[in-house]
């Protein structure tokens, strides 16, 4: 072989081995990268497993009745969006009056099973005690017996948290047409609505009520009452802080910031639509804070005028299905707030819990 073949050969050993070496690495990287992608989808097949897990544990467990034990423990309650009923008590047939006195079809045992978390209790002093009344329609039901099925439901549930606001109504004219025929002269005259509230949840209190004045993190109040206050601290209990304090016009001493639309009468329909749209629209797209101040969105679906012949069901047949169809086209959660309906659909008590929800995040 002369010198120039032997370099050629030389040359093409050397190619041969470089190809190789090329061939070799090139073996090695499939290689490791398929042990990768191997791996990869060992973590991804466990990921889809535990994913699947919590997702049929879920299903096995979520129930209307324990909706917010999937709810984040360190969760405001104005981070959470929920559902609600106006006038929760006056669900009492009285002949001749229903289409005007009645607001809703269910018991507060019935709500509170349906997911109903935001009960709204109209009350008056009758006989040293409280009694749930609308208007001049006595509801023929006790504050006591509103409690009792409220301690019994937590006491079932105790992950979840009711938020109950109270409404003095003794000095409501038609309530106190009612009054007068139950007898309140056995009231004592220096018996005010807060003196039978304060001894209406003394059996209940502290075990099952909130009634501190800042907006709690869901993880403090599970198993609790939260009070909602609708009535003056008057007399002796003047200026003194209790509840979350939900009185118009605002007093300016609040820790929080109060959006609220119950435009319940003087308009139409369509009109009653826009402002509640209008306000369910704010919640969804403004942050939770003014300043430092947390926002609470609350929000009611009900209405009634009877001079536009508009009456609790009605305004619900109008207001409810509008509210649901929104609920369902969202194709990710928003906030919503706190909304309160008349004669509500548990559909929609579904999809404003559910909305809180984020499965094993």
Same mark, same amino acid.
């Given at each position: 072989?002369?010198?120039?073949?032997?370099?050629?050969?030389?040359?093409?050993?050397?190619?041969?081995?470089?190809?190789?070496?090329?061939?070799?690495?090139?073996?090695?990287?499939?290689?490791?990268?398929?042990?990768?992608?191997?791996?990869?989808?060992?973590?991804?097949?466990?990921?889809?497993?535990?994913?699947?897990?919590?997702?049929?544990?879920?299903?096995?467990?979520?129930?209307?009745?324990?909706?917010?034990?999937?709810?984040?423990?360190?969760?405001?309650?104005?981070?959470?969006?929920?559902?609600?009923?106006?006038?929760?008590?006056?669900?009492?047939?009285?002949?001749?009056?229903?289409?005007?006195?009645?607001?809703?079809?269910?018991?507060?045992?019935?709500?509170?099973?349906?997911?109903?978390?935001?009960?709204?209790?109209?009350?008056?002093?009758?006989?040293?005690?409280?009694?749930?009344?609308?208007?001049?329609?006595?509801?023929?039901?006790?504050?006591?017996?509103?409690?009792?099925?409220?301690?019994?439901?937590?006491?079932?549930?105790?992950?979840?948290?009711?938020?109950?606001?109270?409404?003095?109504?003794?000095?409501?004219?038609?309530?106190?047409?009612?009054?007068?025929?139950?007898?309140?002269?056995?009231?004592?005259?220096?018996?005010?609505?807060?003196? =039978?509230?304060?001894?209406?949840? $003394?059996? +209940?209190?502290?075990?099952?009520?909130?009634?501190?004045?800042?907006? *709690? %993190? !869901? #993880?403090?109040?599970?198993?609790?009452?939260?009070?909602?206050?609708?009535?003056?601290?008057?007399?002796?209990?003047?200026?003194?802080?209790?509840?979350?304090?939900?009185?118009?016009?605002?007093?300016?001493?609040?820790?929080?910031?109060?959006?609220?639309?119950?435009?319940?009468?003087?308009?139409?329909?369509?009109?009653?639509?826009?402002?509640?749209?209008?306000?369910?629209?704010?919640?969804?797209?403004?942050?939770?804070?003014?300043?430092?101040?947390?926002?609470?969105?609350?929000?009611? =679906?009900?209405?009634?005028?009877? $001079?536009? +012949?508009?009456?609790?069901?009605?305004?619900?047949?109008?207001?409810? *299905? %509008? !509210? #649901?169809?929104?609920?369902?086209?969202?194709?990710?959660?928003?906030?919503?707030?706190?909304?309160?309906?008349?004669?509500?659909?548990?559909?929609?008590?579904?999809?404003?819990?559910?909305?809180?929800?984020?499965?094993?995040?």
């Amino acid at each position: 072989m002369n010198e120039r073949e032997k370099t050629i050969a030389d040359a093409a050993k050397r190619i041969e081995e470089e190809l190789k070496a090329k061939k070799e690495n090139l073996n090695r990287a499939i290689e490791e990268k398929w042990d990768t992608y191997k791996e990869d989808r060992k973590r991804a097949e466990k990921a889809i497993a535990a994913m699947n897990k919590d997702i049929k544990a879920f299903k096995q467990r979520f129930s209307l009745s324990n909706w917010m034990e999937f709810v984040d423990d360190e969760k405001f309650l104005s981070e959470i969006n929920l559902p609600g009923t106006h006038d929760s008590g006056a669900y009492f047939s009285v002949p001749l009056a229903d289409k005007l006195w009645k607001d809703q079809d269910r018991t507060i045992a019935e709500q509170l099973k349906d997911g109903i978390r935001y009960l709204d209790v109209r009350c008056t002093v009758t006989d040293n005690s409280l009694d749930i009344y609308h208007g001049v329609i006595d509801q023929m039901l006790s504050f006591f017996s509103v409690c009792a099925d409220c301690y019994n439901f937590l006491t079932a549930n105790p992950t979840e948290t009711i938020l109950m606001s109270i409404k003095d109504e003794s000095n409501d004219a038609l309530a106190t047409v009612s009054k007068v025929v139950k007898n309140i002269a056995n009231t004592p005259a220096d018996w005010t609505f807060i003196d =039978a509230f304060l001894r209406e949840i $003394s059996g +209940g209190e502290p075990i099952f009520w909130y009634t501190r004045p800042e907006v *709690p %993190r !869901l #993880k403090d109040v599970r198993g609790k009452i939260v009070l909602v206050r609708n009535f003056e601290m008057t007399g002796k209990y003047a200026n003194q802080p209790l509840g979350l304090d939900f009185r118009h016009p605002d007093t300016g001493l609040r820790p929080f910031v109060l959006k609220d639309q119950d435009q319940y009468e003087k308009v139409s329909l369509e009109e009653k639509w826009d402002c509640f749209y209008q306000l369910l629209k704010d919640a969804m797209y403004t942050g939770s804070f003014v300043g430092s101040e947390r926002i609470i969105w609350r929000n009611y =679906a009900s209405m009634y005028d009877l $001079s536009k +012949g508009i009456l609790p069901q009605r305004a619900a047949n109008y207001m409810n *299905p %509008r !509210l #649901k169809t929104i609920l369902k086209a969202e194709k990710a959660p928003r906030r919503y707030g706190w909304i309160l309906m008349d004669f509500y659909d548990p559909e929609i008590a579904l999809l404003l819990a559910r909305s809180n929800i984020r499965i094993n995040n």
